[in-house]
């Protein structure tokens, strides 16, 4: 009977340490999980700030840009002494070749607020200096409007303007641009 008993008590004795080992090897299991739960948050986050810097570098890269622009356009208006005793027209035509200018570097469609922003100049002194621009070189500039009276500039490159001028002929659009603009200003 004694030999039973401590056959019973060895049996247990195995079943007690075979249920501590898989309990501890399920506390091992979570704590691994937790572990890499709590990397793959810090890579979540890490990948967000590196979006965050991109987006961030990306902006800056525009406004550097932007600024170069204003820059250029600033380097380029005549001294005000010349500008007293030449007139307005000349401030003007200045202004306007500075703008294609800087529409022939960096060819895009540009609203007039962004020319405000660019040029630093108001909107109405934008506005002209761009129906001056689009008077100077028509070929070149062209000027569109769009929904609620807003005005569009953009440049077209030589190539462009062989392909549009063989598509269409007519110039009532642009003539129908340059009466609004006119009644604008």
Known sequence: MFEELLEIYKTKAEEIEKNRKEAQAMLLLVSAIEKISLELDSKQSD????GRL?????????????LKSQLRTRQGRPAP???TSSGEGKALDN????????????????????????LG??????????????????????????KRRKLYLSYVSEGEVQTTEEASPGSGES????LELMAMT
């Open 47 to 50: 990948v967000e700030l590196l």
């Open 95 to 118: 202004h306007a070749r500075s703008l294609i200018d800087i529409m022939e570097e960096r060819p895009s469609r540009y609203t007039t607020s962004e020319l405000v922003d660019m």
């Open 121 to 146: 100049l108001n909107k109405t002194t934008v506005i002209s200096v761009m129906k001056r621009a689009h008077e100077l070189d028509p070929k070149h500039v062209k000027m569109t409007q769009g």
């Open 54 to 66: 991109i987006d961030q570098v990306d902006r800056l890269s525009k406004e550097v840009s932007d």
């Open 175 to 178: 003539d129908r641009v340059k």
């Open 81 to 83: 002494i010349q500008e």
